[in-house]
């Protein structure tokens, strides 16, 4: 289906070449008519000459060459004729006409006739005839005559002339397409525009600052607004609400396996079977979460105040371990993800990263081309490249000498999915150890 901006382009170029073509075919009708008219003025301006010349000669007609002076009339087949005729059937010609004769309409009036008729050679000419009487009594047939190929080449002469005219009025038409068009797309992409704003800042759209075409729409976008927040909300808020519902629960079976641990039993099999399902749960909560907020959000977050509270916090840990944490991150960088989700992503990676680092590990972020660009390094052993897939797709431990659940990559694989994010795991080379890339668009 054609967009509207196709639609007016195409409407405005079509009602353009059709004003054009109507207005062409009127202009052009106008100057045949006009040229037509001129035309035939200046034959019966010659006509009345020829009388004029004539009444004074009707007793020698052939001294009508001398006195009718035109170079046309002496030059043989000239396109330009004059004739009479008497009474008798006698004619008398311009030297133009050479020995040939023009043809008299059979049927006359007393007003002079106008007519197209065949000259010398065949030649079509535009005649005018008319019988005069002198006082005298002598009666004459006069007419004069003229190439109807110069009446075409003069219409094609002023048809000529026009046609950069009506080039500029053509271009004109398209000009006054494109404007249209910007006029009537602008408010539809201003509407676009405030869609993103006002989702961004949680404000409502007014109808008043639309067209009244468009002023319905806006109403129905500002519903439509209020029905997304309240469905991304809700779905966080339940998350949330499920989070906490479980911790209790887990909690206590936690403490129950503590207190069979220091009775003597074994429980180190359930209470790692509770830590999986801990994050298993987790990285649910995190999908839905994400899956509800990341298509419909386009909130910035303001990463490196994100990145600076995540630094002291495991700065403090890291001291514990006799680790270190080095960071280095570009001020005032914004991301369009939650908070909370782009937190957990980050928290996972340096909390990977102090397991298995020896000694130091560092997180940086930097703007880049494509977007912002996290960087998570360590000193530790880091991940086979032939292993890295399957640690970022299904969270399988893959050493188990280390605690945790092996699920803190796949839980940041899903969050940054749900915003056209990505993960990819690597070889630090200025540590040696694992280097988690994130690139996250700006």
């Not at 009479?84 to 008299?104: N, P, Q, W, Y």
Request: glycine fraction near 8%.
């Amino acid at each position: 289906m054609l967009s509207l901006r196709q639609r007016a382009l195409l409407g405005g170029l079509a009602s353009g070449a059709l004003s054009v073509g109507v207005g062409t075919l009127v202009v052009f009708s106008y100057i045949n008519t006009r040229v037509l008219d001129q035309f035939d003025g200046a034959l019966r301006d010659r006509h009345t000459q020829l009388v004029v010349g004539l009444s004074a000669t009707t007793d020698d007609p052939e001294s009508l060459r001398e006195l009718i002076f035109d170079p046309a009339y002496s030059t043989p087949y000239s396109g330009r004729y004059w004739q009479v005729t008497d009474g008798d059937g006698a004619a008398f010609t311009s030297a133009s006409l050479f020995d040939e004769t023009i043809a008299e309409p059979s049927q006359t009036s007393d007003e002079a006739t106008v007519w197209n008729t065949t000259g010398p050679d065949n030649e079509g000419v535009r005649s005018v005839y008319q019988k005069i009487t002198f006082e005298d009594g002598t009666e004459w047939g006069v007419t004069v005559a003229e190439s109807r190929q110069v009446l075409i080449n003069e219409r094609k002469d002023a048809q000529s002339n026009l046609l950069p005219v009506f080039g500029l009025v053509g271009l004109i038409g398209v000009a006054s397409s494109l404007l249209l068009m910007s006029a009537i797309v602008g408010p539809l992409r201003k509407l676009r525009a405030d869609v993103a704003h006002r989702w961004d800042e949680g404000d409502d759209l007014t109808p008043e600052d639309y067209p009244e075409e468009v002023s319905p729409l806006v109403e129905d976008l500002n519903q439509l607004l209020h029905r997304n927040r309240e469905i991304v909300s809700s779905s966080r808020r339940q998350a949330a609400d499920l989070a906490h519902a479980l911790k209790t629960p887990t909690a206590i079976l936690r403490n129950e396996l503590t207190d069979l641990s220091q009775s003597g039993a074994q429980t180190e099999p359930a209470e790692e079977a509770l830590s999986r399902i801990d994050a298993q749960l987790s990285r649910s909560l995190a999908r839905m979460r994400a899956a509800n907020t990341g298509e419909l959000t386009h909130s910035r977050t303001d990463l490196s105040n994100s990145v600076e509270r995540l630094c002291r916090l495991f700065s403090s840990m890291a001291e514990r371990e006799g680790k270190t944490l080095i960071s280095g991150c570009e001020a005032g960088l914004r991301v369009r993800m939650d908070p909370q989700d782009i937190e957990e992503v980050i928290g996972n990676l340096l909390d990977n990263a102090l397991k298995w680092c020896r000694t130091t590990f560092q997180i940086s972020a930097q703007r880049t081309e494509n977007g912002i660009e996290i960087r998570v390094e360590d000193d530790g052993p880091g991940i086979p490249e032939d292993a890295r897939p399957e640690a970022i797709r299904s969270g399988s431990r893959l050493d188990t000498s280390v605690g945790g659940t092996g699920l803190g990559l796949a839980i940041s694989v899903d969050l940054l999915n749900a915003y056209d994010g990505h993960l990819e795991l690597g070889a630090s080379e200025s540590l040696g150890g694992l280097s988690c890339r994130v690139l996250i668009r700006a």
